[in-house]
């Protein structure tokens, strides 16, 4: 049996998902054997497999968070094209039976599609319907502008709630996703699709709008910072806090682990600015081939990929996680077995990916994005902390993410 190792970043109800792939994978056939292992956050897992690529033990299989995507595309000798390991493979891959936004996002600008689109997300909204009545708001429908949000949360904290507010991925979330969703530059040159070129544009004055608007309520009481990455997730699972924004890829945690009612609903906006609400950018993470490999071992991946391509697998995936459906194919076969209809809310992240998209909404993909994460969450946490204005935090994003960005396209020019 030929092994083939899987690297992903997977924890709770998604590690079980990435399992049960596996297994289902390797109970179809008999002559590979696919290994997912969990190799911490998304961040630790790529810095751990660029560690694994030099000492020549890297996986077959990495899944790659959409914040690494530019590196991985620049990192040309350690990877193998998706497309070129169906064809070498004789499996079929089309890149145009993916939705649009997932497509265009994981395509190089030579038009190659590079890795392999898994588990994609969006930023979506949940709130806590329990809590919501209990401080005699509605439920039946979600604050849908920032303004809504804020009276909320008041009325949430008059009610006793602890946490009205938080943010998992503040900088995913509140910043990048902000971005596009009122149809404002996150960087220039279409937020670095267009070239290595690119320089942050995030201190706009809508930018400096909602930061102070989320330190006014983070002064208030009604936002609570919980930490970085996906780690204030956990505080709304419980019920501590009744709003947050995060991916859709959080709603299979919700939906197996929340002892409450809970609502799904679009981003909050700020109903004043004109385009708004645009989309949102894609989110989650795509699958890379390693290079290095024996071809049985390549055939074996792309086996794999063609098992986890089919249209009723990439259904249930999404039925299970609240990852989008990353076909056309899929999304109809879950719209046709009546899920969306069942599941109030579930459809939100499709409805606000596929919508017309703009320079400025089609996704945000940065040379050294990983870092520039990194500078958003320390200057975000200064502003929550009261520690630096909301201007002097963005400023502070644009000055030293430009240092990342003027490193990554001196290191990468061609
Ligand atoms: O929680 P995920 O997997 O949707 O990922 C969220 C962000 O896209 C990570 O950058």
Known sequence: QTEIQWWHSMTAVNNEWVNDLAKQFNESQ?????????????????????????????????????????????????????????????????????IPAVAGYYTAPNGQMLSFPFNSSTTIFYFNKDAFKAAGLPTDKAPSTWPEVVAAAAKLKASGHKCPFTTAWQNWTQVESFSAWHNVEFASKANGLQGLDARLKVNSPLHQRHIENLASMAKQGLFIYKGRGNVPEASFVSGEC????????????????????????????????????????????????????????????A???????????????????????????????????????????????????????????????????????AIEDEELEQVWNGKKTAKEALDAIVTRGNEQLERFQKANKS
Do not use: C
């Open 242 to 301: 009744a709003m947050i924004n995060t991916s859709s890829g959080f709603y299979g945690n919700v939906a197996k682990n929340a002892k409450f009612a809970y609502g799904l609903a679009p981003l909050p906006y700020y109903p004043d600015v004109p385009g708004a609400p645009q989309n949102t950018v894609i989110g989650g993470a795509s699958l890379w081939v390693m290079s290095g490999k024996k071809p049985a071992e390549y055939k074996g991946v």
């Open 30 to 98: 008999k002559e590979y054997k696919v290994i997912p292992t969990f190799k911490g956050t998304y961040d630790e897992s790529m810095t751990a497999s660029i560690a694994a690529f030099r000492a020549g033990n890297a996986p077959h299989i990495l899944q790659v968070f959409e914040v690494g995507t530019a590196t991985m595309m620049a990192s040309k000798g350690a990877i193998v094209p998706v497309g070129q390991v169906m064809k070498d493979a004789g499996e079929k891959f089309d890149p145009a039976a993916y």
């Open 303 to 373: 086996k794999f990929f063609s098992f986890i391509s089919t249209p009723e697998v990439q259904s249930a995936s999404h039925k299970r996680t609240g990852y989008l459906p990353v076909t056309t194919a899929s999304y109809k076969l879950t719209e046709e077995s009546g899920f969306y209809k069942q599941n109030p809310g579930t459809d939100v992240a499709v409805t606000q990916m596929i919508r017309k998209v703009t320079d400025k909404s089609r996704g945000i993909r940065l040379g050294n994005y990983v870092q520039i994460r």
